[in-house]
């Protein structure tokens, strides 16, 4: 996370007021993948990195947005929002505000900055930061009071509806709601969750394939329609499988047939994906890091194989941590085709496993790869005074 007494500083020489200041982080999905849709469970945990936003009340019914991760600054009119998005960084921090409109928060003139160490556009979700982030801030000046829950809602329904991309609620809900040194297992159906502890001496790793192959999002909607198809032909026999989360490996020993071969695959990954990820949430609270190893090893194989949203540069990178000391297990996370793996490593022999990989990536692919060592971190969050108070800021008159 950047210093925020610094940050509050920036804030200050720019427009002049005194902040509030939020932090929201990014985060990294340790198993469960493409089953949020299905509505399944994933087991996503938040991350070192985070994105700040500073707000101030202001007279004049402008909204100034600032990012400083840009240098840019937009300025908008609170009574008159956005409505649609404009292909702009803006449309995250708008989205969330035209979102809070849109259920009735009133929406005074502010100004806000917006500062992140998410990196955009690796997997690690610097957009739900930067949506959770500013939506704390927003509802912080009007005093509404919102769940972490309904923060997390909110915020999906600006990524979906309003900037227009088509995502689960993971992101956002991990974001909000994640804790410190814990993973959390959410249900997708209904948004309950249960904390699993992450051991303390087990660093998350997270080594970015500096890759992406899929072309403007064109796999995850043919993965999406796949996986659709799966459930349909199993709800023809059994009307109450709703989603591919209420059904079993003997539909699809029963009904496989029915599928074609992709659908059968994409059907098979979803459900034993939803399997394993309780199974891991379950071997993590006993502390049984040998079996949550072995689940993501069969979760990575079950991505790359049955849902085949690997890439080369992926499986590599799984293959090449493999036999280097410290390795517990890793596996592809995110949406696929490209991104980043999560390694869990013990913590003392981190340093030197991110180095050996990233050597060995280098060596294979010919590509010299991001390797961060992060930790599970917490959830969004309003920073103390403290911990914003740097030295004296001078103010500008
Ligand atoms: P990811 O969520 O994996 O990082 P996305 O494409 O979903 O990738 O979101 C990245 C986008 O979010 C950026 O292109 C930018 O528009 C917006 N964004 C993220 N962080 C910031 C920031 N600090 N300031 C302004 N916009 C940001
Ligand atoms: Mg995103």
């Known amino acids: 996370m950047h210093d925020p007494a610094e940050f509050r500083a920036l804030h200050l020489d720019r427009f002049l007021a005194e902040p509030d200041i939020f932090a929201a982080p990014g985060r990294v999905n340790l198993i469960g993948e493409h089953t949020d849709y299905a509505e399944g469970f994933v087991m996503p945990a938040a991350i070192d990195f985070a994105t700040l936003a500073a707000i101030s009340p202001r007279g004049d019914g402008k909204i100034v947005v600032y990012s400083e991760n840009y240098g840019k600054e937009r300025v908008f009119d609170a009574v008159n929002l956005p409505v649609e998005a404009s292909l702009h960084w803006s449309d995250y921090p708008m989205g969330v505000v035209a979102m809070l409109a849109r259920d009735g928060c009133e929406i005074p003139g502010f100004s806000l900055s917006l500062w992140g160490d998410v990196p955009l556009g690796s997997g690690l979700s610097s957009s739900a930061a930067v949506e959770v982030a500013t939506a704390l801030a927003v509802v912080s000046l009007n005093g509404a009071r919102y769940t972490g829950a309904q923060i997390a809602r909110l915020c ?30 959410l249900d997708c159906r209904d948004l309950s969750y249960r904390l699993v502890p992450l051991p303390a001496n087990v660093a998350l790793v997270i080594a970015n394939t500096m890759v992406k192959h899929a072309v403007a999002g064109g796999e995850y909607s043919c993965r ?75 979760a990575h194989w079950s991505y790359s194989h049955d849902f085949e949203a690997s890439c080369v540069e992926a499986d590599a990178m799984v293959e090449l941590a493999q036999d280097l000391p410290g390795l517990l297990g890793a596996r592809l996370t995110g949406g696929g085709f490209g991104g980043c793996t999560v390694n869990l490593v013990e913590r003392s022999k981190a340093p030197a496993f991110a180095e050996a990989l990233a050597g060995r990536y280098e060596g294979r692919i ?32």
């Open 224 to 298: 999406r329609a796949e996986v659709e198809e799966a459930c349909a032909v199993i709800a023809r026999h059994r009307p109450e499988v709703k989603f591919l989360r209420d059904a079993t490996v003997d539909d699809l020993a029963n009904w496989g047939s029915e599928m074609t071969a992709n659908a059968l695959k994409r059907g098979r990954h979803v459900i034993t994906e939803n399997l394993r990820t309780v199974a891991a949430a379950d071997a993590l609270e006993r502390g049984d890091m040998a079996e949550v190893g072995r689940l993501m090893a069969e």
């Open 366 to 397: 010919g590509i010299h790869p991001q390797i961060h060592i992060c930790h599970a971190s917490g959830g969004a969050h309003r920073l103390e005074a403290a911990a914003v108070a740097g030295g004296p800021v001078e103010k500008k008159t």
């Open 156 to 185: 999906q329904r600006a990524e979906n509806e309003f900037v227009g991309a088509n995502s689960g609620i993971m992101d956002q809900f991990i974001s909000a709601n994640g804790a410190e040194d814990h993973a959390l297992l």
